[in-house]
């Protein structure tokens, strides 16, 4: 009793000096830039109210600490109890964690946790989590309590300092992140542990959520991710192959995979009569009996813990069919069943088209959202997609910085249409070669897609050898993204041209401030490709909306175009070209759908192109 009443008067302490370092905080800098009070005030309001706030505000005004600053100001005003702060990307963890420590220079004293994903956090990647196989897992609740002690040390546990923390007590640094989440005033994590029926923390969510603030950044991303989250899907092969090994120890279960795969046997021959891809409005009802015995089963069997060589397998197998029945059963008209055979396997999956009814149950777990992003156009489609309140309040802000600073060209004379591309491809490389030959720096050229990527890197190899290029490949890894990055330096001794795809790794959340980026060339209007399923998602909003084509294609890629251009124009001091190569961007559709503050000028060749950029550089009168 002693030891818990100790550690509640602990607590109590440190919620009186956190509280008393926030009252006289004031925001970090000497002035508010062009928007940033804006959406610091509209963030604070929208805590008060236990509201919901959408905002579109340009790169460079300072997002993250707009939407920081007034959430811990509101934690000492007891608006609300925790702030989650969700991005997808590594970047948007690292200004977060920049942020506060921002405000800890300032005085700030707050708790703060990022969460990684337990496969990236694992010290034991080759063990089971259990305690027979992990030193990490065995006699865990023996020593959680030093570590935990080790929480008043300090105040940012960044994965570093988790992962500091645990090998010194001999911790699991998942489960050890996990609890001293419970004690953390911010927690930043990725999207998943909000929204994700898997995943998502039920040690604050599982009663339906409490006084928190979700602040949600590079919010467009989620869009995709919420799909992604809330479809679920399995494939033939897993079963035949553990079923092989199942024959003489579980016979009982290895009878119940047969049906499974029997049952995807005759699925796959209908979706071989239909072309190999097939897509249906009907949840798979014969098969979600036989997905049922075959859990009851396994489940019973696992839970004797028994060691086989199979175990493992049959355990993922487990989980996989475990997530498939659970979306099964929330199984709407906003699902699709889509059948897709890859030689002998067949992948069935249940895919979420539209994500807003389950978004809007998940929203729910917390009492205020701030959804902001640099490109949240049009506002209208991430409300409604995104499951928000038709009363959510929207801010558009634009570009804090001088028109002047940006260049931007538009070659509409130019078909990228896939039927065109090999007619066209000397034109598109004739163009790039325009832009980048002007002016000696580094250049980022962006494509919809890998194929026709390489098309146009083959060719302007060719034209130019002697071009410092680089190029992004499938799959990168971590050291390949950094080496990738590192050729764009200040020094500009040869220009380097680096070819990307709108959409990825390169397309958002890199920051090439002033030299490092002179310019940028987006190649398409960035639509997704065509597909069964972003086919699907336009035949349901043309029906539900009448906007099918914008909901699939048009709104995705007009967001990776103004990604991929926002590359360019990061701080006050930078200045850069942006060339837009595509007929349809001098259309109503597209130029409806621009920044506010963009002025293009059309360029109908090369000359023109040419001349247009000397202007700008200022080498032409």
Known sequence: ?????????????????????????????ATYRPGQRQMAVDTYRTIRDKDQLIVQAATGIGK????????????????????FYLTARTTGRAAAEKALDELRTRGLQIKSLTLTAKDKICFSPDSRCTADECTFAKGYYDRIDDALKDMFSCDGFTRERVEAIARTHQVCPFEF??????????????????????????????????????????????????????????TKQPFLDLRRKLRHELPHIH???GKVNAWMVKARKKCDASGGALAEPDCPNGLLPLLGYFLYDTERWLSFNLKTAFREDLLDLYFSVSGFVRVADQYNQRYATCYETTGKDLRLKLFCMDPSEQMESALKRCQAAVFFSATMTPIDYFIKILGCDVSTENRIIGSPFPEDNLG???ADRVSTFYRDRDRTKQMVTGAILT?????????????PSYAYMDMIY??????????????????MSEPERDAFLDQFSREHADTTVGFAVMGGIFGEGIDLVGDR?????????????????NDLIRDYFATETGTGFEYAYLYPGINRVLQAAGRVIRTSRDRGVVLLIDQRFSTFRYRSLFPATWRPVKVQDEEQLAGGVKVFWGEAP
């Open 1 to 29: 009793t002693s030891r818990y009443l100790e550690w509640a008067d602990n607590i109590f302490q440190w919620y009186e000096t956190r509280d008393e370092s926030i009252a006289p905080l004031s925001f970090p800098f």
């Open 64 to 83: 993250t600490m707009a939407a920081i600053f007034p959430a811990v100001k509101a934690i000492a005003e007891k608006l609300h109890e925790k702030i």
């Open 177 to 234: 992140s996990l609890d001293l989440a419970l004690w953390m005033d911010c927690i930043i994590c990725d999207y998943n542990y909000a929204f994700d029926p898997k995943v998502y923390l039920r040690r604050f969510f599982a009663e339906g959520g409490g006084a928190y603030t979700f602040c949600i950044d590079e919010a467009h991303n989620l869009v995709d991710r919420s799909r992604e989250m809330f479809s679920a899907e399995i």
């Open 255 to 257: 009878k119940r995979m």
């Open 408 to 410: 931007l060209f538009v």
């Open 435 to 447: 832009l980048v030959n002007e002016r000696k720096g580094n250049y980022l050229v962006f494509f």
């Open 458 to 475: 083959s060719v302007f190899c060719e034209k130019t050898p002697d071009m410092k290029t680089i190029h992004q490949t499938p799959g």
């Open 517 to 533: 980026l002179s310019g940028v060339a987006i190649i398409g209007v960035g639509l997704p490709g065509i597909s069964l399923e």
